[in-house]
C-alpha cells in the first residue's frame, strides 16, 4: 500500500522568499505523483505531475517539483512567492496503471505567506 | 481543461433531513468518480469510487447505506447523505478522471460544504 508524508503542517514564509514545502512517499510499485493546491472553501486545484522522463516538472505560476527516487521525495519548490501562493498544498501519489486506482493524499501543507 | 461541476456548494438544514449532492464532469465522460470527505485542516479521505453502470466501492469504515451513490451517467454522479446528522457536517469533494490512459490526473469539483443543524 501506498503512503505520503507531509512533515510539515504549516509553512510560514514571508512574501519574495523562497520556499520548500517537503513529500515524501512509500510504495513498492511505480507511482504517479501529484501537488495540488487549495483555496479555502475551494475544491482542489492540479498544481503539477509526475509521470514519467525528466524528473523535474514545473507548473505555470513558478513552481516546480523534482522527483526523487532513490529519496522517494517530490519536493515542490518556488525561488519567490507572493501573497496570493497563500493555501492548502496536497501532495498525491497514485500506482501506475488501472483506471480506479486510487489517489492517496499526505495531510497537506499550509502555506502561509506574511508581508 | 477539464472541468467538475459540484452543486450545491453549501447546504444548511435540519438533522434527520436528507441531503444531494451532484457531481458533473462537464466537458469530458467519466466512468469513474471519487467521492472525498475533508474536515477542518485535515487531508481527503476518500469515500467511495462511483462506477457509471455499477455499484460504488466504498472505502473501509464508510457506510454504503448512509451514503448512497448513485452514477447513472457518464457525466453525473450523485452522493446522498441519508438522514443527516451533526456528525456528517464536513465538506465533501468529488473528483473524475478524464478517461483513457491511467496516468491522466483527477479534476476535482468545488466542494460542498454540508452544515447539519
Keep these: 500500500a501506498q503512503s505520503v508524508t507531509q512533515l510539515d503542517s504549516q509553512v510560514p514564509v514571508f512574501e519574495e522568499a523562497p520556499v520548500e514545502l517537503r513529500c515524501n512517499y512509500s510504495s513498492s510499485v511505480s507511482v504517479y505523483l501529484f501537488w495540488y493546491v487549495q483555496y479555502p472553501n475551494q475544491g482542489l486545484q492540479l498544481l503539477l505531475k509526475y509521470l514519467s522522463g525528466s524528473t523535474l516538472v514545473k507548473s505555470i505560476n513558478g513552481f516546480e517539483a523534482e522527483f526523487n527516487k532513490s529519496q522517494t521525495s517530490f519536493h515542490l519548490r518556488k525561488p519567490s512567492v507572493h501573497i496570493s501562493d497563500t493555501a492548502e498544498y496536497f501532495c498525491a501519489v497514485r500506482n501506475y496503471g488501472g483506471a480506479t486506482n486510487k489517489l492517496i493524499f499526505g495531510t497537506g501543507t499550509l502555506l502561509a505567506v506574511q508581508p | ?117
Excluded at chain 2, 435540519?14 to 458533473?24: A, F, M, N, P, Q
Excluded at chain 2, 485542516?41 to 462511483?50: G, N
Excluded at chain 2, 441519508?82 to 466542494?111: K, L, M
Design chain 2, 1 to 117: 481543461g477539464a472541468v467538475v461541476s459540484q452543486h450545491p456548494s453549501r447546504v444548511i438544514c435540519k438533522s434527520g433531513t436528507s441531503v444531494k449532492i451532484e457531481c458533473r464532469s462537464l466537458d469530458f465522460q467519466a466512468t469513474t468518480m471519487f467521492w472525498y470527505r475533508q474536515f477542518p485542516k485535515q487531508s481527503l479521505m476518500l469515500m467511495a469510487t462511483s462506477n457509471e453502470g455499477s455499484k460504488a466501492t466504498y472505502e473501509q469504515g464508510v457506510e454504503k447505506d448512509k451514503f448512497l451513490i448513485n452514477h447513472a451517467s457518464l457525466t453525473l454522479s450523485t452522493l446522498t447523505v441519508t438522514s443527516a446528522h451533526p456528525e456528517d457536517s464536513s465538506f465533501y469533494i468529488c473528483s473524475a478522471r478524464v478517461p483513457g490512459n491511467s496516468n491522466q490526473p483527477q479534476h476535482f469539483g468545488d466542494g460542498t460544504r454540508l452544515s447539519i443543524l
